[in-house]
């Protein structure tokens, strides 16, 4: 189930929810559904956040993840 963290527009307060499909999601403090939707740690360390640019390639041959050649290294 994913958790969500949202910012309110009126209040502007942050808090985390659960959202459960077809739910609208309303601030615990004011009810407001103008809610802006932030990134979730849940989120972060998937899809482009895990491919870090200082991330070395992956080997060609083996799909070894240190690197180009590591294979032929050990
Ligand atoms: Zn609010």
């Given at each position: 189930?994913?958790?969500?963290?949202?910012?309110?527009?009126?209040?502007?307060?942050?808090f985390e929810?659960?959202?459960?499909?077809?739910?609208t999601?309303?601030?615990p403090?004011?009810?407001?559904?103008?809610?802006r939707?932030?990134?979730?740690?849940?989120?972060?360390?998937?899809?482009?956040?895990?491919?870090?640019?200082?991330?070395?390639?992956?080997?060609?041959?083996?799909?070894?993840?240190?690197?180009?050649?590591a294979c032929?290294?050990?």
């Open positions: 189930m994913p958790i969500y963290e949202y910012k309110c527009d009126e209040c502007r307060s942050d929810l659960l959202v459960n499909a077809g739910t999601p309303v601030c403090a004011c009810a407001s559904d103008s809610l939707k932030r990134l979730s740690a849940f989120a972060v360390g998937r899809g482009d956040a895990s491919r870090t640019p200082s991330a070395a390639p992956a080997c060609g041959t083996c799909g070894d993840p240190r690197g180009a050649g032929s290294l050990s």
